[in-house]
């Protein structure tokens, strides 16, 4: 008897720093309680371009090959055994962190904080878990959440960095009525704006250095203001790093005319901006640098909370909701490029130049299986 032929599928694969192979794959059919989707649309991030780089991100480093890719959505091709809530021909995000479901933060609905998640297109455990970046992947269905029929695939991968900023709102208490401070116009920093104005910020400003993200982020609305920080070198030490940091939070507040400060600030551009507030609270949102020097004096002073936000919990479903409800006014802008799948090393290339040959801005890039 002439052995069974296995289906195949392509992923962009990567092996080391600047080492991504378009490479042909067995596809397995999906094991109980999974589901298979074929991708439609991934958003790189700047965690994939670390990866692409350099072979880490900050602590977690290749030990394998790795597909990247965890902002994404696709259609369901196949279900697997047990599964009763998915199927075939369905729209659905992928959520790309898997939960243990069985421990106390998982059982208390922060399964961000749980031990034993995996993440899909990261290194910090192995075997790793392969990401979105390839045409079919077999994922747990309870991490795959349908779509809003009005709800495309694109606007379906934004859910993964609006999660993260839904997230972070939700443990900065934000409500309407509330002026919210946004350190960095990239993607993230774009988004946070977008999520404040959703939720009736009386004020949403932003602060960069790069004075072409600014423009965008006023051009369409994201933010009421926006102040460019000049450039500087790199501090020489601690000292001199608060000392910066203290002079451009006055600026900040002189320029915005916000004596008080603000409710909200969020900070994903490793800037000590608490010394921007008074009685508000400072999120500080991914992984940053890890050490910075913090005025916690004057953080207790002003009674200013200072929170750690990672990644997200449940918030998928608003998320969605929220992509297809036509509030986030122009939020179809942030996406700037588009690749085929075969092409991904060309959209890494051209994410960490920042400008396209035509010296058009870099915000979010898409990858599909046919993008082009």
Same mark, same amino acid.
């Given at each position: 008897?002439?052995?069974?032929?296995l289906a195949?599928?392509?992923?962009?694969?990567?092996?080391?720093?600047?080492d991504?192979?378009?490479?042909?794959?067995?596809?397995?059919?999906?094991?109980k309680g999974h589901a298979q989707v074929a991708v439609m649309s991934t958003g790189l991030c700047g965690s994939d371009l670390h990866y692409y780089l350099h072979g880490r991100n900050g602590d977690f480093a290749l030990q394998a090959p790795l597909v990247l890719g965890h902002e994404a959505a696709g259609i369901i091709t196949a279900v697997g055994p047990g599964v009763k809530n998915l199927v075939v021909g369905q729209r659905v995000a992928i959520e790309a962190g898997i939960m243990c479901n069985d421990c106390d933060y998982?059982?208390?609905?922060?399964?961000? @904080?749980?031990?034993?998640?995996?993440?899909?297109?990261?290194?910090k455990t192995y075997p790793h878990l392969d990401g979105t970046l390839q045409e079919r992947m077999n994922h747990p269905a309870h991490v795959l959440h349908p779509l809003p029929d009005n709800c495309s695939f694109e606007q379906a991968a934004l859910a993964e960095p609006l999660s993260v900023l839904i997230h972070a709102s939700r443990r900065a208490a934000l409500a309407s009525g509330h002026t919210v401070l946004v350190y960095g116009a990239g993607a993230i920093g774009l @988004?946070?704006?977008?999520?404040?104005?959703?939720?009736?910020?009386?004020?949403?400003?932003a602060i960069d250095i790069n004075q072409a993200r600014l423009a965008f982020a006023k051009n369409h609305g994201f933010a009421d203001d926006v102040f460019c920080l000049p450039a500087a070198a790199k501090a020489?030490?601690?000292?001199?790093?608060?000392?910066?940091?203290?002079?451009?939070?006055q600026r900040v507040l002189k320029v915005f005319d916000e004596a008080d400060g603000f409710d909200v600030v969020f900070d994903q551009a490793d800037v000590p901006s608490q010394t921007a507030i008074t009685g508000g609270k400072v999120m500080l949102i991914g992984m940053g640098t890890r050490n910075t020097t913090l005025p916690?004096?004057?953080a207790a002073l002003r009674e200013v909370d200072i929170q750690g936000s990672f990644r997200y919990a449940n918030t998928y479903p608003a998320a969605l909701a929220l992509l297809s409800s036509g509030t986030l006014a122009n939020i179809e802008h942030l996406i700037t490029h588009r690749f085929p799948l075969a092409e991904t090393d060309r959209a890494f290339e051209l994410l960490a130049r920042g400008a396209d040959e035509a010296g058009h801005m870099v915000l979010k890039v898409m990858v599909g299986p046919g993008s082009a």
């Open positions: 008897m002439s052995p069974v032929a195949t599928q392509h992923a962009a694969v990567l092996n080391g720093p600047k991504l192979k378009y490479q042909e794959r067995t596809l397995w059919p999906p094991q998982c059982s208390k609905g922060r399964y961000n @904080l749980c031990k034993n998640l995996r993440f899909a297109s990261s290194a @988004l946070a704006c977008a999520l404040a104005k959703s939720q009736g910020a009386s004020r949403v400003v020489k030490t601690p000292e001199d790093q608060l000392r910066r940091a203290q002079e451009n939070a916690l004096s004057a």
